[in-house]
């Protein structure tokens, strides 16, 4: 390392103008090398001892601010080693003392292998060294082995199988395939689950950690007891639902136990937690711990440049992917300027990269279990498409993260169990403006006989990245949520499921009341043809599902009778059923339509991937895991809902044969 960094130092003094390592009476060549070397060595001195303290001085600057701080730093300790070069010759403009620290410190980390996932010596000895100064410093872990649950974020059962099969996820494929020698057989089992109608990371790991997703019914809803938009990502929304599941369940989460929680939205009762959306509303706390893992890897300068870097060449691919696809006029197609791609690389590299680091700490530190999510795919997908080549380049770092986790698991003090699985997919579909010319809300207002603005709001994006960004940067919370006018329906979207509530009424609304108030409306909405079918409550059925041409399923009569459900699949009624029993169900439920065809949906929001509600891939999303654990159903059941999963995690974590976590037999009732 520090020959390379020599080495550097060198070829950099002969290039920039502004930086000498020698005198003016021209030093001879070996005066030179040992003036690099010396200067090299400070700078690698300076960065091991001094970096750490500079960060712990800068714990109230926002972690993204902290990154665009590294270079002035790293600059900053450059030009303080070439003064301690006892020649006294070496020099550097300040802004040239910038660049010299950011190609040092990258060259370095490329050098130690921070870049590299692949199984060469360097890298093995790095994780041997970090292994070893991990296991002095703790006492001797357990013999059991722990587990890693890792979360890819909307990558759906069939897109991970796609991608083994074409090579760009060469770890999974190969946990798949079966392995050399007689009786061999794969080292991981894959399952498909099928996710609630809500097919989205909020309900979907609320029940997966915590064991209840009851009265989620979307991404954002309407709660008319609070006067409140209620939304996943978030952090006050996020904090007060992971309340309501604890009081549910009775019980902490799935991590209660010697867990870690990492770039999660919910803690899942985990004492180590960083990056977890729903303790950022302690932004002011100088014990909230929600950002710790930005800076627990920033102060590694190796870190910081080399994520520096990578961000700022995500941004250039980004903006080079959508004017590619601007010029070629692709269809479907949203917008993908402003801010978005900022918001896109820090899912794709600094999301991924603390939260990967966080987890290698969590291993290296022997803890039981450890779950951790990756949102990159989703948020590309959202703009992208699922199955666009930024999509697959997506996947081939996320499988470049499992390689380096597996690696990890060779040298932490304890056995490591890597499970990976989804929280939903994503369907492919232009969006539903875009099919008809009005969002959602604009045809509802019509339906209601209201004015419709010529260019309508268009929704927020549900993509779970911009809630980690706004923590990162200690923006505002959202409190109070949106504004709304109390005699209009709100109109919500949470991909393609649209939500409609009337907020001068207290309650949930029937459909007599709603055709006696609009008698249009209702009418609208089912015969409207990007719509799939509604969900209303019903004075004389309990409720029902609405359809084209006149179509009324009571709920009761739809595994018999499905109706408009019928292209929807199996488990859908089972799903909408289960949505009509919430308190804060929607007056109005509208899923979009679906082409089962070619699997396409229409999103009520700007994305063409999306999921939220029931159609397509969104609600197939994966579980792969090691074949050392029970299979997670029995031949021929069916892997159904988020809190189903929750019980065969716990299952398997009690089958690792550690700390022992209370599973309630039956959820409790809420209290009221």
Not at 31 to 44: D, K
Not at 596 to 621: C, K, M, N, R, T
Request: with cysteine.
């Amino acid at each position: 390392m520090w020959a390379v960094s020599t080495l550097t130092m060198l070829v950099l003094a002969g290039i920039l103008p502004d930086f000498q390592l020698q005198s003016a009476n021209d030093d001879s060549a070996t005066r030179i090398a040992v003036t690099a070397a010396l200067g090299a060595g400070a700078f690698g001195l300076l960065s091991a001892l001094v970096w750490p303290l500079l960060v712990r001085l800068l714990l109230l600057v926002p972690a993204l601010v902290l990154g665009l701080l590294v270079f002035f730093l790293n600059g900053s300790l450059l030009i303080v080693a070439l003064r301690l070069v006892p020649s006294g010759d070496s020099e550097a403009a300040p802004e040239t003392a910038v660049i010299v620290a950011a190609v040092m410190s990258a060259v370095a980390s490329a050098t130690g292998a921070a870049l590299a996932v692949r199984d060469d010596d360097a890298y093995r000895r790095r994780l041997y060294r970090l292994a070893d100064r991990r296991r002095r410093a703790l006492p001797p872990g357990p013999s059991s082995p722990g587990t890693v649950f890792m979360q890819l974020d909307g990558v759906g059962h069939d897109v991970l199988l796609a991608a083994a099969g074409k090579g760009l996820m060469p770890t999974v494929a190969r946990w798949l395939e079966p392995g050399t020698g007689d009786g061999a057989r794969p080292t991981h089992r894959l399952s498909r689950w099928r996710t609630d109608w809500s097919s989205q990371t909020g309900a979907s790991q609320l029940g997966i950690l915590h064991g209840s997703n009851h009265d989620v019914p979307a991404f954002r809803w309407y709660e008319k007891a609070a006067r409140e938009v209620m939304v996943c990502n978030r952090p006050t929304s996020a904090a007060e639902l992971q309340r309501r599941a604890i009081d549910r369940t009775g019980d902490g989460g799935l991590l209660t136990a010697d867990g870690a929680s990492r770039g999660n939205l919910f803690s899942g009762g985990a004492d180590e937690q960083a990056l977890v959306l729903s303790i950022a509303t302690r932004r002011r706390d100088r014990r909230n711990r929600s950002r710790a893992g930005y800076f627990a890897y920033f102060s590694d300068p190796a870190n910081a440049v080399r994520t520096a870097l990578s961000f700022v060449a995500d941004v250039g691919r980004e903006i080079g992917e959508s004017t590619r696809a601007r010029v070629r006029k692709a269809r479907p197609r949203v917008s993908r300027g402003g801010l978005y791609p900022f918001v896109r690389a820090f899912a794709t590299v600094v999301e991924r990269d603390v939260v990967v680091a966080a987890v290698l700490g969590d291993m290296f530190a022997g803890r039981t279990a450890v779950y951790a999510d990756l949102v990159a795919y989703d948020e590309v997908a959202h703009h992208s498409g699922p199955f666009g080549r930024d999509a697959e380049k997506v996947l081939e770092r996320l499988d470049r993260a499992l390689a380096l986790i597996e690696k990890a698991a060779e040298h932490a003090p304890r056995p490591y169990r890597i499970v990976v699985l989804s929280d939903h997919g994503q369907s492919p579909g232009e969006t539903f403006r875009a099919r008809y010319g009005l969002g959602l809300g604009d045809l509802v207002r019509a339906g209601c006989g209201l004015p419709v603005p010529r260019r309508a709001r268009r929704t927020h994006s549900g993509a779970e990245a911009r809630a980690a960004v706004r923590a990162a940067l200690r923006r505002p919370v959202e409190e109070g949520g949106e504004q709304h006018r109390r005699s209009e329906p709100i109109v919500l979207a949470s991909g393609n499921l649209g939500l409609v509530s009337f907020p001068d009424v207290p309650h949930r609304m029937t459909r007599e009341e709603i055709d006696a108030r609009h008698p249009a409306l209702l009418t609208t909405l089912a015969n409207h043809p990007g719509i799939g079918f509604l969900l209303v409550r019903s004075e004389r059925h309990g409720g029902v599902v609405l359809g084209a041409y006149g179509a009324e399923i009571p709920l009761d009569r739809l595994d018999d009778e499905p109706g408009p459900l019928e292209v929807f699949g199996p488990g859908a009624a089972d799903a909408v059923r289960r949505t009509h029993s919430f308190p804060s169900t929607a007056d109005i439920m509208v899923n979009s339509a679906y082409d089962p065809a070619d699997g396409e949906v229409l999103a009520f929001e700007e994305q063409i991937g999306s999921h939220g509600g029931l159609g397509g891939a969104q609600g197939e999303p994966f579980l792969l895991s090691p074949t050392a654990f029970s299979a997670p159903v029995g031949d021929g059941e069916d892997l159904v809902g988020a809190e189903q999963v929750h019980r065969v995690l716990r299952r398997w974590l009690s089958e690792a044969d550690g700390p022992q976590v209370p599973v309630a037999t039956e959820p409790q009732e809420r209290a009221a």
